[in-house]
């Protein structure tokens, strides 16, 4: 079974709709990330969590919000979908003890209409 | 922020040597990294550099850092197939978190 699981693999929404992507892990790490990514861009990183009660801005947190539900789950809303965030998502974590390794999901490829 | 700078597309030969670029504007990472994106997954750890080596050697892998430059290159020897992927490099922030490069999209012909 993979470590680190994301729901749904493929969405496609329209302009304004809520949607949640969601991430699980079973590797008992306390870090975990959301990026975006884009052709041409990279990944760029939404929020990222160190632990169940912290969370954290990414470089492009705007339009997104994230929930850490437990250590295992960490949660990526966008409350009004637009069009400009179709793109490809991952859910990744890290051990947090100085490992240098993120473990990435296999990715949710959203489509705004 | 931080500036990766990679080349969106390199071709090879099956059997060749292929080198990915990257160039960074910060210096500060304590590692540098290589991850490999196949079709259709996520990105998988393929090897990584301490800040303070200028070269480090894994089987067909060979990554060149070279500090004074701001140059990072991934080498791979006897090129197959299944090395057709996306290869990003990536930096480390001051919260231990990533910073990723454009990518660099490998096409290996038969």
């Known amino acids: 079974d993979a470590d680190v699981t994301q729901t749904p693999r493929n969405r496609i929404t329209k302009t304004g709709k809520r949607i949640m992507l969601e991430c699980s892990q079973t590797k008992g790490h306390d870090r975990m990330y959301w990026y975006r990514q884009d052709p041409g861009l990279g990944l760029r990183l939404i929020y990222y969590s160190f632990d169940v009660k912290d969370i954290n801005k990414g470089e492009i947190s705007d339009g997104y919000s994230v929930s850490r539900q437990a250590q295992a789950k960490f949660s990526l809303s966008l409350e009004s979908a637009i069009p400009n965030q179709t793109a490809l998502y991952f859910c990744?974590?890290?051990?947090?003890?100085?490992?240098?390794?993120?473990?990435f999901g296999p990715g949710t490829r959203l489509t705004v209409l | 922020g931080e500036d990766v700078e990679q080349s969106l597309f390199l071709s090879v030969r099956e059997g060749d040597s292929s080198v990915i670029n990257c160039t960074y504007t910060d210096s500060s990472s304590t590692y540098l990294y290589w991850y490999k994106q196949e079709p259709g997954a996520g990105l998988q750890l393929l090897t990584y550099?301490?800040?303070?080596?200028d070269m480090k050697q894994d089987q067909r892998l060979t990554v060149l850092l070279n500090k004074k430059d701001k140059h990072l290159s991934l080498r791979i020897a006897d090129t197959q197939t299944g090395d057709s992927a996306i290869y990003f490099c990536a930096g480390e922030t001051g919260a231990n978190n990533l910073f990723f490069g454009t990518g660099t999209r490998l096409t290996v012909i038969p």
């Open positions: 550099i301490f800040s303070n080596m």
């Open positions: 990744a974590t890290n051990d947090g003890t100085g490992g240098v390794e993120q473990f």
